[in-house]
């Protein structure tokens, strides 16, 4: 049996905008079950990366490919109906609205017969109740809660767990970890893991090299714009994945400065 191709890949992907290189000639492969970790300083290139992968941005060179097949998005909204969610660090909830209601955002389960077809709030409410129970949240038993009342780990938890109730087979985290403490991130990479073991493909981008390491099973470090190192889980050490991110000689440079000091 022929190998099955990855869900989401880059060949050779470029991105130009007025001369800067965002991205210059990236080639990664995102697999089912698989979380893809995407390190890199600010500005070396994540966000045009996510961009592209969601279908914000054509690259101006290079192929994206679908289950194996190239594939140009008309827009983010055909990358989502092929399944490719992305959930960005403000996880876009409105703090004033109810649970239920973010969790279905204009999608809502409805009761009765049109014309006298009316969302079922009670229906969405027990959904999502059920869903972020499901990823850990147990303290959050009412739906009618305004999402302004949960923390910014839960609200990560509400925005993912909704993606992959509506079937996202790619998920693509945007700093999800970031902002939070110890605490609230570890209930974030355990949704993370669990996702991996529904057979989600995640692409997990972070400048926190712990966060990465917890979960990832591959790593890719951009450095501007460009693949600075891919590898596998347990082929390189914290240190040796920090030093890359930063793009080696400024640290070194930082630990010669600060040893001279001292
Ligand atoms: N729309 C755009 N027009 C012009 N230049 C852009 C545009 N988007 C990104 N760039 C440039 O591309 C480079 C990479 O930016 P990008 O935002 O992708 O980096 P990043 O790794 O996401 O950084 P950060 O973590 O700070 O958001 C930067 O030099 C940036 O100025």
């Keep these: 049996m ?3 191709p990855p869900i989401l890949a880059l060949r050779d992907v470029s991105k130009i905008f007025a001369g800067t290189k965002a991205l210059d000639q990236v080639s990664m492969e995102v697999e089912a079950g698989k979380i893809l ?34 594939i140009r998005f008309a827009g983010p909204r055909e990358a989502r109906q092929q399944g490719i969610a992305t959930v960005h660090q403000d996880v876009g909830s409105i703090p004033m ?18 014309p006298f077809e009316h ?25 009618d809660q305004l999402v302004g009342t949960m923390s910014g780990g839960e609200r990560q938890v509400l925005a ?8 996202a087979k790619v998920l693509i985290l945007d700093e999800p970890t970031s902002a939070l403490g110890v605490k609230e991130a570890s209930i974030v990479l355990r949704l993370v893991s669990q996702a991996r073991s529904e057979g989600v493909a995640v692409v997990f981008i972070t400048h926190n090299a ?3 390491m917890t979960v990832g099973d591959r790593f890719v470090v951009l450095i501007q714009g460009k693949v600075a190192a891919s590898f596998a889980r347990g082929e390189k050490s914290r240190e040796e994945v920090l030093n890359l991110m930063a793009g080696g000689e400024a640290i070194t440079e930082l630990e010669e400065e600060l040893e001279a000091s001292a």
Excluded at 99 to 113: C, D, S
Excluded at 124 to 139: M, S, V
């Design 119 to 143: 969302i079922d709030i009670a229906e969405a409410n027990r959904i999502a109740i059920e869903q972020i129970q499901r990823f850990g949240i147990t303290r959050i038993t009412n739906g």
């Design 97 to 114: 609205m109810s649970i239920g209601r973010n969790f279905f955002l204009g999608a809502e389960p409805t009761k009765g017969v049109w």
């Design 2 to 4: 022929a190998d099955t």
């Design 160 to 167: 993912i767990g909704r993606a992959m109730y509506f079937g």
């Design 37 to 70: 970790c995407l390190l890199g300083d600010n500005g070396a290139g994540k966000s045009t990366l996510i961009k592209v992968l969601s279908g914000y941005h054509p690259p101006t060179l290079g192929t994206v490919l679908l289950d194996g097949q190239p």
């Design 210 to 212: 712990s966060h990465a």
